[in-house]
T-cell receptor, first 114, second 112 residues
């Protein structure tokens, strides 16, 4: 049982480049989330999904897009990378937001935009 | 808007001492979580607190929740070096666009 996996672990982008951060969970969780963590800060929610085909914006969605075609996968797309998007990105999943079970986090992707 | 404040943000404590980390939140919430993060690592769940007066303990850590005061505490007993990490509280409301809102974290350093 791998839990939540993310790829890549590290990436350096040039301004204006695009990339997709991959996230997969094998726990059959309905809810999935993308967060970013800036240095010395807590996590901020970018997007979340309550099930396949359903996504919604979080606190800081600008500059990002997501899709959820399957229960397992929840990729995060950066279309035109900017230095402000330098951060560590965490994907998480949970059975449901109403369930007392907590969210399970992936190992993170450290992104630098130069 | 739901906001979460932790204090202190930095804490250096000696081994064997006791201390408390505080987490205040601004509006009614449905659930409160405590997480631990080691440097360069992901977040590890510590506690989920569901209702007023809830208390949970694991080893040297004990978390409590007072929903009337909108306050949760994480108490550390007889600190050891292995507890050095950043501790986050997070609060959830089941309505709105922000299902989980995090505090900025408390960076704990336990020194001999």
């Amino acid at each position: 049982n791998a839990g939540v996996t993310q790829t890549p672990k590290f990436r350096i982008l040039k301004i204006g480049q695009s990339m997709t951060l991959q996230c997969t969970q094998d726990m059959n969780h309905n809810y999935m989330y993308w967060y970013r963590q800036d240095p010395g800060m807590g996590l901020k929610l970018i997007y979340y999904s309550v099930g396949a085909g359903i996504t919604d914006k979080g606190e800081v969605p600008n500059g990002y897009n997501v899709s959820r075609s399957t229960t397992e996968d929840f990729p995060l797309r950066l279309e035109l990378a900017a230095p402000s998007q330098t951060s560590v990105y965490f994907c998480a999943s949970s059975p449901s937001s109403g369930n007392p079970d907590t969210q399970y986090f992936g190992p993170g992707t450290r992104l630098t935009v130069l | 808007e739901l906001k979460v404040e932790q204090n202190p943000l930095f804490l250096s404590m000696q081994e064997g001492k006791n201390y408390t980390i505080y987490c205040n939140y601004s509006t009614t919430s449905d659930r409160l979580y405590w997480y631990r993060q080691d440097p360069g690592k992901s977040l590890e769940s510590l506690f989920v607190l569901l209702s007023n007066g809830a208390v949970k303990q694991e080893g040297r850590l004990m978390a409590s929740l007072d929903t009337k005061a909108r306050l949760s505490t994480l108490h550390i007993t007889a600190a050891v070096h292995d507890l050095s990490a950043t501790y986050f509280c997070a609060v959830i409301r089941f309505s709105g666009n922000t299902p989980l809102v995090f505090g900025k974290g408390t960076r704990l350093s336990v020194i001999a």
